[in-house]
């Protein structure tokens, strides 16, 4: 007997009561379909049957495989077969709500199902045709400007991760009272074109926690968000006044794909498995609960959204302010009868589901958002009425005469301060490239000389003296080595001994009076961004006591050390240059880079800590002060009423705050203010003795009132964020300092490397000189130095990418001794550095000496973890197989492709594992092994330090080659 658990309501009840057209508000049933994959090969192998039977396009019936007669059947809004392809899928399935996302309202496309249901397999399909769908319409709509955001998390054991910017670690959700749940610092990326977007959600996917399950190979862990974030602005003007440029709406579009329900008894799992399985099915329960609720129209009821964090972060897609659909995937498989009745009677809850969904609209100021489109700068408020949309606009287009009528003079001045900055230091930079330009033709000159006189004696060339000597300015690679062709020499000692002594002693010691320079301008520097960062928090009270005296401290801290060094602008070296005083002199300027770097650091995280008060803070700024919380309960005055009008002014004044452009607004606006306070007065908010003398919120007209608060409010809103992007600006800046000593740091240790080779230099001349005369030829110096670089690679834990890419890239060509040459003295480098200083990189580590090596180890864990979730997607089951076998991988275990490429690159005494393990990676990253598409200039030859800080290896490099 055919039955219905659940009586669904027909398509037309179903379908919206509205268009975007019509209606802003429009209630509207969750679009709910099916999808049945084909049986796969382990269930084909094992005998399963089909035990399910789609009757039509909406019907699904269980099939008794006895041959009984079905029992029971589901109804749903789109059932789709093992036949129909994903493009069928999107079609009829999610379309619809996906291109609402265009139209002005929020929408949410998500695949709930067991496990290896095919979630991860249909989502992958939608995301690629919702993509194509926004370019499309985005073309065909040329009088409007969009702005495409992204931004992604996974919920992995309820922890909620950045998965375009993993090392943010576990984030937190927040509360606003506007937009619902948000999850704190999750990064958004604008969009440049469809390839960038597919790009990027690449990079989410390869980010993502996969496991191996005895039922899916590649089972997602992890519930996984990407938001994509629409701005789209109409510009035919709908209003009133030429300020506002255009109306528009901005919304969002959640693609979900959560991780599959699961048994422990089904999927075998045990340890890691077992505990992810438990969070998996914890976090769905409380989904499934949810919608349970929700169809049973118990909206006014508890609903328990915050029971899990992912229903906290959709709950706006579940009985909210979107349209959602939810395609559910199941198997056909008799053995997962019990599961895929689970879901389906999920989904039966779900179509019960009602949501609101509305038009989202705003309007948007001159601001520009990156891509040079403009964009909005107010937030986005659900249009109800054309009345009080233009009320809105009104109330904006003040707003903006108000900021045109007084620019902020000390913004403009604070400007032209920083570009004349920028002009006088590229103004230093070319004067410098003059000298060097200068240097390298008198030399030529000379070394042309000397030739027409020892003719036949071309051991060295003149460019390769220049080159050698370590001149590189800040930020820049040392692209001159790129000339060299050195001569013959036997082995790398010869060659780096051959260099050494090339260099002329007055140049090193030009060197190292540059550092000197360099040092004492990074200490300004590093000094202005303290003061910027001191007045930020002086002028506005923010953060802690305790961090407005850690600056104070850092700034005098970092006085001293400028004053160390008084070196004059101009190097002039003598013709004997003394190279051991200079060394001397440079190696009592060593504490102070360290020290530098510490400050630095030190800076970082106060103004991190301040930044963290911001976040923390749900109060407005001016509540946060303890001096105003004590006023404000003893008086019981209200904010910015007449007591608090100083602080007002203080806030306008403030440098580049928004609110100081419209400060005739606002003392117009501001009745009952208070006569002007010096600003000097306000650091402590004057105490209030007279209650005469301070209004109380009584005091005040009702009008009054109103105005004031509801202005003050928008104006504190404002503020906060104005301020909030200064700290983050400083800190970007504090970020590029630490990045730039450094630099500072690195080149000294090369420097200080090369004179000590200098002074050791004279000792072995004669061996040299004996070397010379026997050349050995340069294919067996490349096999020499090859095998050297292996082994430097395994001992510096360095990405097997790169020694991956570096290996076919340089195979012996005549071109490729330079390369060879600048590898192994990096890695020589890094190696004395990695021994010497306990394991630590010293350019680098500020406080935490053992971080380098480890956090090389963890990024080469993660690396490899990485590439072992591309041997499935690269490489066939047979391929697979052969290389389990050659490579000894036992035929029953755990993550068989972990073990796999846990062998790669881990023989260094083994050329042909090299070789092999070389052939392998280019496979799994997908570039060929001639190399194509990999320039050998992406090597750079530059001397930035190994070991920086940043990703271990850069996804846009990788993916961009590789064109993952
Ligand atoms: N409709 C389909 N047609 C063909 N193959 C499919 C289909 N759906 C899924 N598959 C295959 O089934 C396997 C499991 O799919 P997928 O990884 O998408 O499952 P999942 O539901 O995301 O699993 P998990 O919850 O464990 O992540 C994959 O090999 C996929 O290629």
Same mark, same amino acid.
């Given at each position: ?6 009586? $669904? ?24 379909? +099916?999808?049945? @994959? ?65 139209? =002005? ?10 496990? =290896? ?26 009088? %409007? ?113 959560? !991780? ?43 609903? $328990?959204? %915050?029971?899990?964090?992912?229903? %906290? ?16 995937? #199941? ?22 589901? /009602?949501?609101?969904?509305? +038009? ?5 100021? /001159? &601001? ?33 005469? !108000? ?33 060097? @330009? ?21 051991? @060295? =060339? ?74 930020? +928090? ?9 961090? &407005? ?101 203080? *806030? ?22 208070? $006569? ?26 009702? /009008? /009054? ?21 200064? *700290?983050?600006? #400083? ?23 090369? +004179? ?14 004996? !070397? ?78 053992? =971080?380098?090596?480890?956090?090389? #180890? ?59 393990? !070389?052939? #392998?990676? &280019? ?42």
């Amino acid at each position: 007997m055919v039955g219905t658990p659940a009586t $669904p309501l027909s398509k037309i009840q179903r379908t919206p009561s509205s268009t975007p057209g019509g209606p802003k508000v429009r209630e509207e049933k969750i679009l709910v379909t +099916v999808r049945m @994959r084909p049986l796969s090969r382990k269930e084909q192998a094992m005998y399963d049957l089909v035990a399910w039977d789609c009757l039509d396009d909406f019907k699904i019936v269980f099939k008794n495989p006895n041959y009984e007669r079905p029992t029971t059947s589901y109804t749903f809004d789109k059932v789709f077969d093992p036949t129909c392809s994903t493009q069928k899928v999107y079609e009829e399935g999610a379309k619809d709500v996906a291109l609402s996302a265009l139209t =002005g309202i929020n929408a949410t496309i998500f695949a709930y199902g067991q496990t =290896g249901s095919g979630k991860t397999f249909t989502m992958r399909g939608i995301s690629e045709n919702a993509i194509k769908d926004i370019y499309d319409h985005i073309k065909s709509n040329p009088e %409007r400007d969009f702005v495409l955001k992204i931004s992604a998390l996974e919920i992995y054991n309820e922890s909620v991760v950045d998965l375009l910017n993993r090392e943010s670690g576990s984030l937190r959700l927040l509360d606003d009272p506007e937009k619902g749940t948000i999850v704190e610092k999750l990064a958004e990326e604008v969009v440049k074109d469809s390839q960038h977007l597919r790009h990027l959600i690449g990079i989410c996917e390869a980010q993502r926690q996969v496991g191996e399950t005895s039922l899916n190979d590649n089972s997602s862990r992890s519930h996984q968000i990407i938001r994509l974030v629409k701005g789209i602005c109409h510009r035919p003007l709908r209003v009133v006044s030429e300020k506002v440029q255009a109306v528009a709406i901005t919304l969002t579009q959640n693609l979900v794909d959560l !991780a599959g329900s699961e048994r422990a008894s089904q999927t075998n799992a045990d340890g890691i498995r077992l505990k992810e399985g438990s969070h998996i099915n914890r976090s769905l329960l409380t989904l499934t609960t949810v919608i349970r609720k929700l169809s049973g129209g118990k909206r006014s009821g508890h609903i $328990p959204y %915050r029971d899990s964090k992912l229903t %906290r972060i959709l709950q706006h897609s579940l009985g909210g302010n979107a349209r959602t659909a939810i395609i559910c995937t #199941i198997s056909p498989a008799l053995s997962h009868v019990d599961q895929t009745r689970n879901t389906l009677s999920f989904a039966t809850s779900a179509k019960e589901v /009602t949501n609101n969904a509305q +038009v989202n609209m705003c309007c948007f100021s /001159t &601001a520009r958002f990156p891509l040079g489109l403009p964009f909005l700068r107010l937030s986005v408020i659900p249009v109800v009425s054309d009345k009080r949309l233009v009320k809105h606009l009104q109330k904006e287009v003040a707003r903006l005469e !108000a900021e045109l009528r007084s620019p902020d003079p000390s913004c403009l001045r604070s400007l032209l301060e920083e570009k004349e900055l920028k002009i006088q230091q590229m103004e230093r930079e070319m004067k410098e490239l003059k000298r060097q @330009r200068d240097l390298a033709q008198s030399q030529l000159e000379l070394e042309r000389k000397s030739n027409k006189e020892h003719k036949g004696s071309n051991q @060295r =060339g003149p460019s390769s003296q220049i080159a050698r000597c370590l001149s590189f300015p800040e930020n820049e690679s040392v692209s001159d080595f790129r000339e060299i062709r050195p001569g013959n020499a036997v082995g790398r000692q010869a060659m780096v001994r051959q260099s050494v002594t090339s260099t002329d002693p007055s140049m090193l010691v030009h060197e190292i009076r540059k550092l000197e320079q360099r040092q004492r301008q990074l200490g300004e520097e590093a000094n202005r961004a303290l003061e910027v960062l001191h007045n930020e +928090v002086a002028s506005q009270r923010l953060g802690s006591k305790e961090t &407005a005296e850690t600056i104070v401290r850092l700034l005098s801290e970092i006085k001293d050390i400028q004053a160390v060094s008084s070196i004059p602008e101009d190097i002039v070296i003598g013709d004997k240059a003394n190279l051991k005083e200079e060394m001397t002199r440079l190696n009592s300027q060593g504490s102070a880079i360290a020290s530098l770097e510490r400050k630095l650091e030190n800076a970082q995280k106060s103004i991190d800590i301040l930044v963290s008060s911001f976040t923390k803070s749900e109060d407005t700024l001016e509540f946060k002060t303890p001096e105003f919380k004590t006023q404000f309960k003893k008086k019981k005055t209200r904010p910015f009423s007449l007591s608090n009008s100083a602080n007002m002014q203080t *806030i306008i004044r403030s440098p580049c705050s928004p609110l100081s452009s419209s400060q005739k607004v606002m003392e117009h606006d501001i009745e009952n203010k208070a $006569p002007n306070i010096p600003q000097s007065s306000v650091a402590t908010p004057p105490k209030c003795h007279d209650n005469n003398s301070c209004f109380s919120s009584r005091e005040g007209t009702p /009008t /009054t009132r109103q105005t004031n608060s509801v202005d003050v409010k928008k104006m504190q809103r404002m503020f906060k964020n104005a301020a909030e992007e200064n *700290i983050r600006s #400083i800190r970007a800046y504090v970020t590029e300092l630490k990045e730039r000593v450094a630099k500072l740091q690195y080149q000294k240790q090369l420097l200080v490397c090369q +004179v000590l080779d200098l002074e050791a230099n004279d000792a072995a001349t004669e061996q040299t000189d004996m !070397a010379e005369q026997s050349p050995m030829p340069w294919h067996l110096m490349f096999d020499e130095q090859r095998k050297q670089i292996i082994m430097l690679w395994h001992l510096c834990h360095v990405s097997i990418v790169h020694r991956t890419q570096f290996y076919l890239l340089f195979r012996g060509d005549p071109t490729d001794q330079i390369y060879m040459e600048v590898e192994l003295r990096r890695l020589t480098w890094l190696e004395q550095q990695l021994a010497e200083v306990g394991n630590a990189s010293p350019a680098l580590l500020g406080d935490d000496p053992a =971080g380098s090596v480890s956090s090389s #180890i963890k990024a080469l864990k993660q690396e490899r973890e990485y590439l072992a979730k591309r041997v499935s997607l690269k490489l066939t089951a047979e391929e697979r197989e052969m290389l389990y076998m050659k490579w000894e991988i036992p035929p029953v275990g755990k993550q068989r492709r972990l073990q796999l490429v846990n062998k790669l690159w881990t023989d260094p005494l083994n050329m042909q594992n090299a070789k092999e393990s !070389a052939e #392998i990676v &280019a496979k799994l990253v997908g570039f060929c092994e001639s190399g194509e598409h990999v320039s050998k200039e992406m090597f750079e030859l530059s001397f930035a330090n190994p070991c920086d800080k940043k990703t271990w290896m850069g996804w846009n490099l990788i993916s961009n080659l590789l064109h993952l």
